[in-house]
């Protein structure tokens, strides 16, 4: 991976942390996307596919992702809005596994048409001061 790659999701970000349905069967805890968030979901795989005509990323990456919203009404936290667009990467075929994020930059604006912006990079390792 070379490039910094840049992808534009249309629309509210999808939420799957209130987008799911949890339901215990046999004592196992079964998590099912509602109807909204799968949507949401299935149009952000196509976006992805649709501009991302690259090989699979299988190294570790940098995401900075800025989530635009039309108000403040049912505003979520960064961390929540994530995890739907970084499981759309990786369903989306952009990423091998999500896990290959190793360090991300969130931020959230207002007053906007509704969207997400991503820019993924190759991680650079930063040397810990001791």
């Known amino acids: 991976m070379n490039d910094t790659i840049s992808i534009t999701i ?6 799957l942390k209130n987008g799911k349905s949890i339901f215990w069967k046999n004592g196992r805890m079964i998590v099912i996307p509602k109807p909204q968030y799968k949507e949401w979901e299935q149009k952000a795989i196509l976006e992805c596919r649709n501009q991302f005509r690259g090989q699979t990323i299988e190294v570790p990456v940098e995401m900075q992702a800025q989530f635009y919203f039309a108000n403040h009404q049912h505003e979520v936290d960064c961390s929540n809005a994530a995890q739907g667009p970084e499981d759309v990467l990786q369903k989306a075929g952009v990423l091998k596994d999500d896990k290959l994020i190793y360090r991300s930059t969130l931020e959230k604006f207002f007053g906007h048409d509704p969207r997400v912006e991503i820019k993924i ?10």
């Open 10 to 15: 249309p629309g509210r970000v999808g939420i």
């Open 121 to 130: 990079f190759k991680y650079q390792k930063k040397e810990i001061e001791k």
